[in-house]
């Protein structure tokens, strides 16, 4: 991933735009330590920070055609990028050897519609100089950002970026660009490309639960993430999403050590070279001191036989970071914030090593109902729609966390569960399978196309201990003491009086809890303009199931229950 700033039809030349516009991409920099690029265009700027991942040594953006009469700035990786080049016509040149180069010359032939033929995660705003007009595009879920601005003073400019702070201090209206939309100058319109079968959550579906194809859907879109030039690793928690996907991870990598090259679904060869300048498997987890994810995460790398590495950080630690984390975020969603922080501190001391990109376990709970307060789902139908709903919803949550905690330290987090063929076959699966009871444990279906104990030949993918452990949420399993601490430091820095004016404050979206407003007060600090709200949306559970106000797993009855003595 990287860093992407664009301003679409500048009042004059954008010549003397250049300056401000390197400024405002500067701002992006976390994002893509590598190098940095801009190209101006009559009174349009594109401008790129590049974290090089793939075509590490020509890839260097903004890219242009022959003529560059394109140019294309993205954020993100296309792992269909060698199918693609097969749909190119005849003779087309590419410059470089970076997967996003095929969408400059598939858009000669396809317009936009080019985007409905990726595979990946991405961003990308892309110029036509011929036609004075301009493409941005987002991937299907969110994995990556994108925000779109306006300057009420500059009516006919636009402006994109990877992240809000390039923008505040230019315009004064701000919204997170919607997932699985493309926009097109043409017609004005912002119009979503992305439609799955599943996409309407009143719709339920009633296919039966196929084991074998969850488990191989969930393979090939682990397989076909291991697309580097860098050495990769995987985070570890040592719930059951992180360590199947790292379980999958050290299956691929090590049949690349031994030759077997496994090939994802288009044909291509996953790229071997990381391998072979970090053969064995890197897996990296955090907690607090006697946390139960780093006992977990123990258990899981060493099944799996990975080369491991524990961090512990401090309460204090984590303190500390709290205004950085917001910063990075850019939200004040307590859930957020509270996951995040642990990922953040993780994230530096995974780039410390030399690691630009991991694989992560986001989006299955979202998915398959994992959440302890899915447990208290009326029916089944009710429960698709909420997973329906939650998977449309993983932008401004899950994904934003993933994104930008590991991008504040250039590093790229890659999330199989996200990838569209397994969307289609787990979002298509009957509820009735997802439900959660007594005597069936959530995910139980996730659980169970990756167990192997019927079978005494095959290789077990993980201990049973991590198969069937129960959800725990990152901001839980890093240490219970960490969200009792937030807590209890809220409690010291807002006073009762100060939390009675929340409303006279902000009569939108008014925190409810002293944490949640700290944390609204912090952004505001690094974003003070009304424009900057828009795009926050906070991760709360379903009340109206009867679940606790609190969003934390542990706070859910379904938690206190399986932990009773």
């Known amino acids: 991933m990287c860093g992407i700033f664009g301003v679409y039809n500048l009042p004059g030349d954008a010549a003397s735009f250049r300056q401000r516009a390197l400024y405002l991409s500067k701002k992006l920099r976390h994002r893509g330590p590598d190098w940095s690029g801009c190209t101006v265009a009559g009174n349009h700027i594109l401008c790129h920070e590049r974290l090089a991942i793939v075509g590490v040594e020509s890839g260097a953006q903004p890219l242009t055609n022959d003529d560059e009469s394109l140019i294309l700035s993205v954020n993100g990786e296309i792992y269909n990028h060698k199918a693609l080049r097969k749909l190119c016509p005849p003779g087309t040149h590419f410059k470089t050897q970076s997967d996003c180069e095929v969408i400059l ?24 100089t011929k036609k004075n007009r301009i493409i941005a595009a987002r991937d299907p879920i969110g994995i990556t950002t994108l925000y779109q601005g306006w300057n009420s003073k500059q009516p006919g400019t636009l402006y994109f970026a990877s992240e809000l702070k390039a923008l505040n201090e230019e315009c004064d209206r701000i919204i997170a660009f919607p997932p699985g939309h493309v926009f097109d100058s043409e017609t004005g319109l912002t119009t979503r490309y992305f439609e799955p079968t599943w996409w309407d959550g ?19 879109a682990v397989r076909k993430r291991l697309m580097s030039e860098v050495p990769y690793g995987v985070l570890l928690s040592g719930g059951l999403d992180s360590s199947l996907i790292a379980s999958i991870a050290a299956r691929e990598t090590q049949k690349m050590i ?77 859930t957020t914030i509270r996951a995040s922080t642990p990922m953040y501190l993780l994230s530096r001391k995974i780039k410390a090593m030399g690691v630009k990109m991991v694989l992560s376990g986001e989006g299955a709970d979202e998915i ?48 199989p569960f996200l990838d569209k063929a397994f969307l289609e076959v787990a979002m298509n699966v009957d509820p009735k399978a997802k439900l959660s009871f007594k005597g069936q444990m959530e995910k139980h279906i996730l659980r169970k196309a990756f167990d192997t104990s019927d079978d005494p030949s095959a290789k077990p993918y993980l201990p049973d201990s991590i198969l069937w452990r129960q959800k725990e949420q990152f901001s839980d399993g890093v240490g219970y003491s960490w969200i009792d601490s937030l807590k209890e430091t809220a409690e010291k820095k807002i006073s009762e009086e100060t939390m009675a004016k929340a409303a006279e404050r902000w009569p939108k979206d008014t925190p409810q809890t002293k944490e949640a407003y700290w944390y609204r007060e912090v952004f505001e600090q690094w974003f003070p303009q009304d424009a900057c709200t828009e795009s926050v949306v906070r991760w709360i559970p379903r009340f109206d199931w009867g679940c606790d106000s609190d969003p934390s797993g542990r706070a859910q009855s379904a938690h206190s229950a399986a932990y009773k003595k």
């Open 202 to 220: 009143s719709k339920i579906p009633q296919t039966p639960v196929d084991y074998k194809l969850i488990r191989e859907s969930l393979e090939k």
């Open 258 to 334: 031994e030759g077997q090259v496994p090939l994802n679904r288009d044909g291509d060869d996953v790229d071997e070279s990381a391998v072979a300048s970090w053969p064995r498997l890197h897996s990296f987890s955090i907690g607090l001191e006697g946390s139960p994810d780093l006992a977990a995460a123990r258990v899981a790398a060493d099944f799996l036989k990975t080369v491991h590495h524990e961090y512990t950080f401090t309460v204090q630690d984590g303190l500390d970071a709290i205004a950085d984390v917001v910063y990075h975020l850019e939200t004040y969603d307590v």
């Open 368 to 415: 398959f109902g994992g959440y302890l307060y899915f447990h208290a789902a009326p029916t089944s139908d009710d429960l698709h729609t909420e997973t329906v709903t939650r998977v449309k919803n993983l932008h401004f949550a899950d994904c934003l966390r993933a994104n930008k905690s590991t991008m504040a330290w250039g590093v790229e987090a890659r999330v």
């Open 105 to 128: 010359h598939l858009y000669k032939t396809m317009g936009a519609e080019v985007v409905k033929h990726l595979d990946g995660m991405f961003s990308w705003v892309l110029l036509d």
